[in-house]
C-alpha cells in the first residue's frame, strides 16, 4: 500500500516536503519547479463554486497522443493535496505510478534525467488538456523570400490549429532555423515552437585552477594558490604561470615542477606538460612539487620518489597476524591506512638510502619534535603505498632503483605524542587563493547567462551523421544551421548543457561542466537576444522564481529545488 501523506501545517503555502519513493529525487524536484509555478497551479487549483475543478472541462480523454487525461488528473491531485495546507510531506506515489504506465522509461526507480522528466509530463498535461479534438493535417511552413514578422504568424497559427492548452498558453515560444546549403547556397528558413530551451555553455575563456605548492627547501609550509590560465592552455604553461605567481621575479621554471592529482592520500597520476587544461576536472587535487632535479655533479637527477604517510591497520580476522619484517610464515603483508599530503623528491642514480632519509627528515622537521628521527620508519612499499614490501636499506646502502614509493610508517602512540598534527596539516593560503569567494571556491570561471543565448545562436555546420537534404539541389550535405529567438512565453523554462563530450589524452569521453552562470534573480532582460521582441507587447523581462538542480558526476548524483515564495519572497 502507498504511504500516506504525513498531515502538519507547513511553514507557507505550497512549501510541502515530498516523500522520495526511491531514486527519485529527479522527480521530486522537478515537481517542486512546476508546483511553484503559478499560472499552471491556478489552472489546476479553479473550481466552479462546487468544488468541481475546471480543468476537468478542458480534458480531452480521447487524444490518441495523450494519456486518457490520467496524466492531468493525477498531476490536479497532486497539486491540490500540496496547496491544501493540511499537508507537510506529500507522497507522490500515485502521479509516479501515472506516468511509468504511460511513460514505462520512468516506470522503475532507477535515477534519470529531471529535465526529460519535466518535458515528458509538461508534454502529457498538454495533450490531456488539449482543446483541438480533431487535429488537421498541417505542413512544415516555408519562408520563400517573405518578410519574418509574416511567416512566424503563420507558422504559429498553423501550430494552434492543432495544439491549444493552458500548456502551450503558458510555456511554448518560437525559435527560427535558418538552413544553408553549402552546394547551391539555397535557404530554408522555417519557426517551429519550443517548450524549453537546452542552453549550451559557452567555453570559458580562462581557467582558474587552485593549486597546493610544495616549494623548497624541504619543511616548507605547503601553500595554496589559485592561478588563471586561458582554458585551452596546456599544463606545461599552467607551471609557468604558477612559478610566476608563487616566485616573481626569481629565476625558476615550470620544468622544476610536476603537477599531479593527489587522491586518497598518494599520487593518482601526474599531468604531462601536453595535457590540456580545460580536460583538468574541478574536483581534482591539484599538488605542485618543486623538485632539486641537479644533482651536486650538475648532471639531472633521473627518477622521483613519492613519500606517503601511513598508519599499521588493524589485522582483520581474530586469527590474523602481520608479517614481521624479513620473517619468513604466512601471515600477510603490513597494510597501511594513509593519511596526509603526500610528498616527492627527486633522487640522482648514485642516491643512497641515506639520502633519501636525510629528506624525508628534513620535510618532517616542521612537525616533528627535534631528535625524534624514529618517530616513524622508512619502509618501502607497492606503488599505491598501502602494502608493506620492505625495510629501507642502510644508510650506505645505495637506494634500489625499484623503490618509487616509500611509505612512513607511523605508530597511534607516535602520532598523539610526538607529532604536532596541526602544524603537518598546516597551509598558507595565497593571496590569489583568498579571492576564490567569486566563484564558489570551485576555481571555474563565471559565465553569464545571455553569453550562453549567444552560443545557441551560433552559427554551425551539421556534422557527418546529421546531414540535410536540400530541396534545391537534391543532394545530402552538411548544411550550416543557426537558431535564434524569435518569441518567448510567460514561463520561461532553460536546460543548462552541463554534459559535453571531450576528447582526454587516450580516448574521447563524457564530462560534466561545473562553470558557474551567472543569473540575476530579477528583471533578466531578452530583449537583445529575441528578435521578435519589437512585436511583442509583454516585453522581455524575467523573474527567477524556480531551480531544479543536480550535484554530482554522471555515474550518479543527487537533485534539489529551490523555489520562492511569492507571498514572502523567501527562497
Known amino acids: 500500500p502507498a504511504r500516506p501523506h504525513v498531515r502538519g501545517a507547513?511553514?507557507?503555502?505550497?512549501?510541502?516536503?515530498?516523500?522520495?519513493?526511491?531514486?527519485?529525487?529527479?522527480?521530486?524536484?522537478?515537481?517542486?519547479?512546476?508546483?511553484?509555478?503559478?499560472?499552471?497551479?491556478?489552472?489546476?487549483?479553479?473550481?466552479?463554486?462546487?468544488?468541481?475543478?475546471?480543468?476537468?472541462?478542458?480534458?480531452?480523454?480521447?487524444?490518441?497522443?495523450?494519456?486518457g487525461g490520467q496524466i492531468a488528473r493525477a498531476y490536479a491531485d497532486f497539486v491540490r493535496d500540496v496547496w491544501s495546507g493540511k499537508f507537510a510531506v506529500v507522497v507522490p506515489t500515485a502521479l509516479k505510478r501515472s506516468i511509468g504506465t504511460h511513460a514505462p522509461q520512468f516506470s522503475g526507480y532507477q535515477q534519470q534525467d529531471s529535465q526529460e522528466l519535466m518535458n515528458y509530463v509538461l508534454d502529457g498535461l498538454h495533450e490531456d488538456l488539449n482543446r483541438i479534438k480533431r487535429k488537421p493535417y498541417t505542413e512544415t511552413l516555408e519562408s520563400n523570400g517573405r518578410p519574418d514578422a509574416e511567416v512566424s504568424r503563420e507558422s504559429w497559427s498553423r501550430f494552434q490549429m492543432r495544439n491549444k492548452s493552458v500548456i502551450v498558453d503558458t510555456c511554448y515560444g518560437q525559435l527560427k532555423s535558418h538552413i544553408t546549403c553549402p552546394n547551391c547556397n539555397h535557404e530554408s528558413i522555417t519557426f517551429d515552437p519550443y517548450l524549453s530551451l537546452s542552453l549550451p555553455l559557452p567555453a570559458a575563456k580562462t581557467r582558474r585552477v587552485a593549486v597546493t605548492l610544495l616549494k623548497l627547501p624541504l619543511g616548507t609550509r605547503?601553500?595554496?594558490?589559485?592561478?588563471?590560465?586561458?582554458?585551452?592552455?596546456?599544463?606545461?604553461?599552467?607551471?609557468?604561470?604558477?612559478?610566476?605567481?608563487?616566485?616573481?621575479?626569481?629565476?625558476?621554471?615550470?620544468?622544476?615542477?610536476?603537477?599531479?592529482?593527489?587522491?586518497?592520500?598518494?599520487?593518482?597520476?601526474?599531468?604531462?606538460?601536453?595535457?590540456?587544461?580545460?580536460?583538468?576536472?574541478?574536483?581534482?587535487?591539484?599538488?605542485?612539487f618543486e623538485l632539486d632535479r641537479r644533482g651536486a655533479n650538475g648532471k639531472p637527477k633521473g627518477r622521483t620518489v613519492d613519500v606517503l604517510f601511513g598508519k599499521v591497520a588493524a589485522a582483520r580476522g581474530s586469527g590474523s597476524a602481520f608479517r614481521a619484517p624479513g620473517a619468513a610464515g604466512a601471515g600477510p603483508a603490513k597494510q597501511y591506512e594513509l593519511f596526509g599530503l603526500p610528498l616527492r623528491v627527486a633522487v640522482n642514480d648514485e642516491a643512497t638510502c641515506g639520502d633519501l632519509r636525510a629528506k624525508v627528515a628534513a620535510h618532517c622537521a616542521r612537525f616533528v619534535a627535534s631528535g625524534d628521527g624514529d618517530a616513524y620508519r622508512c619502509c618501502a612499499s607497492t606503488a599505491s603505498g598501502t602494502r608493506f614490501e620492505s625495510d629501507l636499506g642502510a644508510e650506505s646502502e645505495p637506494l634500489p632503483s625499484t623503490v618509487q614509493t616509500v611509505t612512513l610508517e607511523w605508530s597511534d602512540e607516535d602520532l598523539a605524542g610526538r607529532v604536532d598534527a596541526a602544524e603537518r596539516d598546516a597551509v598558507d593560503d595565497h593571496a590569489s587563493a583568498r579571492r576564490r569567494d567569486d566563484d564558489g571556491g570551485r576555481g571555474a570561471a563565471s559565465i553569464d547567462v545571455l553569453d550562453c543565448f549567444r552560443k545557441l545562436a551560433e552559427r554551425e555546420q551539421l556534422g557527418e551523421t546529421e546531414q540535410w537534404y536540400c530541396a534545391k539541389c537534391k543532394q545530402h550535405s552538411r548544411a550550416f544551421k543557426k537558431l535564434d529567438l524569435w518569441s518567448v512565453p510567460d514561463v520561461l523554462i532553460l536546460h543548462l548543457k552541463r554534459f559535453q563530450y571531450a576528447q582526454n589524452t587516450y580516448f574521447v569521453h563524457r564530462q560534466k561542466l561545473d562553470d558557474l552562470v551567472s543569473f540575476p534573480l530579477r528583471d533578466l532582460d531578452l530583449s537583445s537576444q529575441v528578435l521578435g521582441a519589437k512585436d511583442d507587447p509583454r516585453g522581455c523581462l524575467y523573474d527567477l522564481y524556480a531551480v531544479s538542480e543536480h550535484s554530482g558526476g554522471l555515474g550518479g548524483g543527487h537533485y534539489t529545488a529551490t523555489a520562492i515564495d511569492d507571498a514572502t519572497q523567501v527562497w
Open 10 to 67: 507547513p511553514p507557507a503555502r505550497g512549501a510541502v516536503g515530498l516523500s522520495n519513493l526511491g531514486n527519485t529525487c529527479f522527480m521530486n524536484s522537478m515537481l517542486q519547479c512546476l508546483s511553484h509555478t503559478h499560472p499552471l497551479t491556478k489552472y489546476f487549483l479553479e473550481d466552479d463554486g462546487n468544488n468541481r475543478p475546471t480543468f476537468l472541462d478542458e480534458l480531452n480523454e480521447d487524444n490518441p497522443l495523450g494519456a
Open 222 to 288: 605547503p601553500l595554496k594558490l589559485v592561478v588563471a590560465v586561458p582554458a585551452r592552455e596546456t599544463v606545461g604553461a599552467l607551471k609557468d604561470a604558477l612559478v610566476a605567481l608563487a616566485y616573481g621575479a626569481d629565476a625558476r621554471s615550470g620544468g622544476d615542477l610536476d603537477l599531479c592529482d593527489v587522491w586518497g592520500h598518494r599520487v593518482y597520476r601526474t599531468f604531462a606538460d601536453a595535457f590540456s587544461v580545460e580536460h583538468i576536472k574541478p574536483n581534482d587535487e591539484l599538488v605542485a
